[in-house]
């Protein structure tokens, strides 16, 4: 395969020629400064305010790139702008409407999130390299080391055979693939009711067991930070400043709820407390049981098996009472999660806590099929007080006491209109269920599950800060710039 530049003097127009030699003869593709307008570039964007503000950016940057290159721009949408589905988000829901609105007039659909930076001439070169009336599915791979419960033990035989994109390094679909997933979508939905970690779920779908696309690796779709000498060659990078928003939320502002039972009183309460208890100034444990010695408050629901949904409503109610210091946010936590809170505390300052807002990482349940999104519990829930304040208002409740307590307040907000806000560096899950890959360009700020790990092992390797002052609750500026 030959490349060939020719860039001009004057206007920097890049023709680029792309001469694919085959076994059937010679094939010319042309994917020119010109085409811009051929690919349809999808910000996966959040409707939470601070969100929009970044995607707006992230769009303004690809249009003022586009303009000193051509001067007919290319799309660019702001997914959670397209429709009034909220499951948008799960990107298959979408594909129909792009296939009926680009399926004849574009090549490429690139997605990317807000963070992803993207040099435009370089992604145009390296989109140029692909036939694009063929089908391809291009990223950066992740795999798994090991089987992990987020993929539902898939490939447990060999787990690092299957490859899936890192969504923050772009990916893309070229327009024939997309118009026949298209028609796969309207044909039959999704098997799966839950969506737990989409980039994988997305790559199982397009791969058909084998009969449709797998993931092509594109070295140029990249996760190094921009400024780093290791990104010379790559047409994506991630921020290498990501938004500093402000002060740190202060400790004194955040109410943590930590649910436990008698059980686990003397198994994981005192692993809280040999880690992140002490970084928290107002902090109760929720029990159906009164134990002096940690505190506990038994909120007089008796403790069940699987859900905690009528523990969870008693802890809202008690937030807003008198009972309780006022703060504006409220983090509710299993027993056996581990969470940085100082990371939290300057993450939220990204936040407006007089608007609804409920973060963490975002699960699906039936989104095909007009379910909802939740934020699933063990990484911790996050809640502003006026989300809580129309979460009880709303008189949503549990159908049960052993309701799953995060998806029936995923239930809850959905039917009143709120989004839920997902931020990859919750997990519900152990350090060693995610790619290594992934989590290497994240500051992540919760872990869950003390099964098969020591725990405060695991706290001191992936959420313990050293570099932390001892003013109010604050995190240092240089570690402040790696969130
Ligand atoms: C998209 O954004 C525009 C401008 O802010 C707004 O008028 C429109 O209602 C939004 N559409 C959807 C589906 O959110
Ligand atoms: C392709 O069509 C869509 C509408 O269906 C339009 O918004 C878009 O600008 C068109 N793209 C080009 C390159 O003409
Ligand atoms: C902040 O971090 C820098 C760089 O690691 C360190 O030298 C400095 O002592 C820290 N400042 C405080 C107040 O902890």
Redesign the pocket.
């Known amino acids: 395969m030959l490349i060939f530049f020719f860039p001009s003097l004057q206007s920097f127009s890049l023709v680029l020629i792309v001469l694919a030699v085959r076994a059937s003869g010679f094939m010319w593709t042309c994917l020119c400064s010109q085409d811009l307008r051929e690919i349809v570039f999808v910000i996966q964007s959040q ?1 939470n305010s601070f969100h929009v503000r970044q995607a707006e950016r992230r769009r303004a940057d690809l249009l003022e790139q586009a303009q000193s290159l051509t001067e007919k721009p290319p799309v660019v949408l ?1 997914l ?5 589905n909220e499951g948008d988000w799960s990107i298959l829901p979408l594909l129909p409407y792009l296939s009926q609105s680009f399926g004849k007039n574009s090549s490429w659909i690139v997605f990317l999130e807000e963070e992803t930076n993207v040099k435009m001439t370089k992604l145009v070169q390296v989109l140029g390299k692909f036939d694009q009336n063929k089908e391809w599915f291009l990223g950066k791979p992740l795999h798994d080391e090991e089987s992990t419960i987020i993929h539902h033990y898939a490939f447990a035989e060999n787990p690092s055979v299957f490859k899936y994109p890192d969504f923050s390094a772009a990916w893309a679909l070229s327009i024939p693939l997309v118009v026949r997933l298209a028609n796969k979508v309207r044909d039959e939905p999704l098997k799966s009711d839950f969506t737990i970690d989409l980039k994988h779920e997305v790559a199982l779908y397009i791969w058909e067991n084998g009969k449709g696309q797998h993931l092509t690796a594109v070295p140029e779709l990249c996760t190094e930070p921009d400024d780093s000498p290791q990104a010379q060659h790559c047409a994506t990078t991630l921020r290498s400043l990501p938004p500093l928003c402000g002060e740190p939320v202060s400790a004194d502002d955040v109410f943590v709820a930590v649910k436990t039972c008698k059980k686990f009183h003397s198994e994981r309460v005192p692993v809280v407390k040999k880690t992140w208890e002490k970084d928290a100034l107002f902090l109760e444990y929720y029990s159906d049981h009164a134990d002096p010695s940690i505190p506990t408050i038994n909120l007089g629901v008796p403790n069940t098996e699987r859900g905690h949904c009528g523990k969870t409503f008693a802890i809202l109610k008690r937030f807003l009472s008198d009972d309780v210091p006022k703060t504006n946010w409220l983090l509710i936590v299993d027993d056996d999660t581990l969470i940085s809170l100082p990371r939290l505390q300057v993450l939220l300052s990204c936040y407006d806590p007089f608007e609804p807002v409920c973060l963490g990482e975002r699960y699906g349940y039936g989104l095909s099929q007009g379910g909802y999104s939740y934020i699933t519990g063990g990484g911790g829930m996050v809640f502003s007080r006026e989300a809580v304040v129309r979460l009880l208002k709303s008189g949503c409740k549990c159908y049960s006491n052993d309701a799953p307590d995060d998806m029936v307040l995923g239930m809850c907000l959905n039917a009143l209109g709120l989004p839920v806000t997902h931020s990859p560096l919750f997990h519900q899950a152990r350090p060693e269920d995610y790619a290594r890959d992934f989590l290497a360009h994240q500051v992540p700020v919760s872990f869950h599950k003390h099964w098969n790990i020591d725990p405060i092992a695991v706290f001191n390797k992936w959420l313990k800060d050293d570099l932390r002052t001892t003013t109010a609750g604050g995190l240092n500026k240089s570690t402040k710039t790696e969130l």
Request: charged letters at 15%.
């Open positions: 409707s702001l959670h702008n397209l429709s009034d």
